[in-house]
């Protein structure tokens, strides 16, 4: 693929970042990291709070192109609480401690969130924060240009702003080559909202992506034509090597991801930091093993402290939608403590561990949602998930003599859980759901998984 998985030596790196080896050696030490990039930390990508009065010590980046300052933990507003008022907040407590990029969808909340957030962050001076949306046409219906001009239209009034600061062409990659010349190319879409940028309503184009790589690449490769302002990837200490798993496609990696941006010199806005909350209710093993270094950091801290290390990033999205969530990111960007090199092994090592883990890869983005036979589709796959992170689920063969007692439990926990008419049994196999996923899981397949656990055998 014209050299894309050629490794950056440290001379360029260094280069880039607009340091000299003596200093950068003055910064952090920096030995060989075998399996992730190497975090370096500089004047040129990380700059000090622009708080003068020192109210808040939160770890900012610098946008390559404009100069602003951007906080590196970011607010993700898909999944906002229903009440305005707690909304409200949850954003003044983000917003008081440093938080300043709120990221938003028209499809969020079914629709609402965009609203939300226009509504909260109304209240303030439009030069406290920066407000991303995105082009959510993946409906067919909303490919003619006039139809996806509404909703850009649209955003404006919803977030109640002139201007949007970073704009995204919403999960490209899903629907492959075609879709992405339905939705921007063939109708001219993209070639307006290029314009739309020349003319200031939109100060950052980027693009975000999940599924089809070709997508990715294609985008990448018309770089020079469309001058990409950031894009947004998921990346996560798992995903840096095995999101490919079962795909069988290094290029599917966080990995080969970021490392393609870092060299076109194109900043990214990470989501999934913590895959979904998987990497924040790990297995007791693993606690342990984090434990162990860090007594009093939670698993969701080192997955954010592992982002938030590399220098490429211009902020970390986290769907907050819980005060002590809230407070504990605040707490870990304030300022963030990049992780050590041993620190680095140890996740290397336990993301190998984890990727042997027979778990199911949703995140609980509820892109599949709803589900029109009423099946609850991430909430299935959260317990299952669950249940394989307690060793809760009756594996690996039903002749093993704790099989029927593991799977009583499982049953009994599972009914539970998940009322009758949202369990796996309900799903027909319609199949409507799994172009929506961005994380190519064949729900149905899984589905029959779980149906087939909750199945009680005859003695």
């Known amino acids: 693929m014209n050299d894309k998985h050629h490794d950056i030596n440290r001379r360029e790196f260094l280069r880039r970042l607009g340091l000299g080896t003596a200093s950068a050696f003055s910064l952090m030490a920096m030995g060989p990291l075998e399996g992730f990039a190497k ?10 709070s622009g708080d003068e009065k020192g109210a808040n010590s939160m770890t900012y980046r610098r946008q390559n192109g404009s100069g602003e300052n951007i906080s590196l933990l970011g607010f993700g507003m898909m999944r906002l609480p229903r009440e305005q008022e707690e909304v409200d907040r949850l954003v003044d407590y983000a917003i008081a401690h440093g938080v300043n990029y709120f990221d938003t969808a028209p499809m969020y909340g079914g ?16 030069d406290k924060y920066y407000v991303a949306t995105k082009m959510s046409n993946q409906n067919p219906q909303t490919w003619p240009f006039e139809r996806s001009k509404e909703m850009y239209e649209n955003s404006f009034r919803q977030l109640r702003v002139d201007y949007i600061d970073y704009y995204l062409l919403h999960s490209i990659g899903g629907g492959g080559m075609d879709a992405l010349r339905g939705r921007f190319l063939d109708n001219g879409l993209l070639d307006f909202l290029v314009k739309e940028r020349e003319a200031k309503r939109i100060r950052h184009l980027g693009f975000s992506y999940h599924g089809d790589v070709q997508v ?27 999101a490919g798993r079962g795909r069988r496609r290094a290029d599917a990696d966080a990995e080969y991801l970021y490392g393609r941006l870092e060299k076109l010199g194109i900043q990214a806005v990470i989501m999934e930091p913590i895959r979904g909350g998987g990497l924040a209710n790990v297995a007791d093993e693993i606690k342990e093993q984090l434990r162990a270094v860090r007594p009093d950091d939670s698993p969701a801290t080192w997955g954010f402290r592992w982002v938030g290390s590399f220098p490429n990033i211009l902020t970390t999205l986290s769907g907050m939608n819980r005060m002590e969530h809230l407070e504990e990111n605040v707490r870990t960007f304030s300022p963030l403590q990049p992780c050590t090199e041993a620190e680095n092994e140890l996740l290397a090592r336990i993301a190998d561990q984890m990727a042997g883990f027979p778990t199911i890869g949703c995140t609980t983005c509820e892109y599949c949602m709803p589900c029109p036979y009423g099946v609850d589709i991430p909430g299935n796959f959260a317990f299952y998930n669950k249940a394989v992170t307690d060793k809760m689920l009756p594996l690996p063969e039903p002749t093993a003599k704790d099989y029927a007692e ?5 049953i009994k926990a599972y009914r539970a859980a998940i009322p009758a ?19 190519q899981i064949r729900i149905p397949n899984q589905m029959s998984r779980i149906v087939e656990l909750a199945r009680k055998r005859r003695k």
Not at 111 to 126: D, I, K, M
Request: glycine share 6%.
């Open 216 to 242: 990715f690449d294609y985008l990448l490769d018309h770089h020079d034509k469309y001058h990409w302002d950031f894009v947004q990837i998921q990346m996560n200490y798992v995903d840096w090597r095995h």
């Open 421 to 439: 008419e949202k369990r796996a049994t309900t799903c027909v196999d319609c199949g409507q759901c799994i172009s929506k996923c961005p994380q």
């Open 111 to 126: 629709g609402r969130n965009e609203g939300v957030t226009g509504r909260t962050l109304s209240r303030y001076p439009r």
């Open 39 to 48: 975090p370096l930390w500089g004047r040129a990508s990380v700059s000090p």
């Open 406 to 410: 593991k799977q009583d439990a499982f």
